[in-house]
């Protein structure tokens, strides 16, 4: 089993930063992907950013040159600059990994952190 424990989200004003952090923890093979998703009241999941093994990124086109992902052994960072108050969300971790050399990989979702973007 794997766990993520999230952290970094708050309140800030427009035009303010913040950066998350999630830790992943458990019986971990290898990783695949890991990144952030959010999801707004009354909407879906979408996708914000992820990172792959080999520091591959893919951004979602609202927070390219915003938005910086990172990552670091089973750790992944989403640093978040020039926060806009369509921003406001609450951001789950994500993690493609690896139990054994032969699975195809499991996801993994952390519970999620609130970041809130006043005007």
């Known amino acids: 089993q794997v766990q993520l424990v999230e952290s970094g989200g708050g309140l800030v004003q427009a035009g303010g930063s913040l950066r998350l952090s999630c830790a992943a923890s458990?019986?971990?093979?290898?990783?695949?992907?890991m990144g952030w998703y959010r999801q707004a009241p009354g909407t879906q999941r979408e996708l914000v950013a992820l990172?792959?093994?080999?520091?591959r990124t893919n951004y979602a086109d609202s927070v390219k040159g915003r938005f910086a992902i990172s990552s670091a052994g089973k750790m992944v960072y989403l640093q978040m600059n020039n926060l806009k108050p369509g921003d406001t969300a609450v951001f789950y971790c994500?993690?493609?990994?690896?139990?054994?050399?032969?699975?195809?990989?499991?996801?993994?979702w952390g519970q999620g952190t609130q970041v809130t973007v006043s005007s």
């Open positions: 458990g019986s971990i093979f290898s990783i695949n992907t």
């Open positions: 990172i792959t093994s080999s520091g």
């Open positions: 994500y993690v493609k990994a690896h139990m054994t050399w032969s699975d195809s990989g499991y996801d993994y």
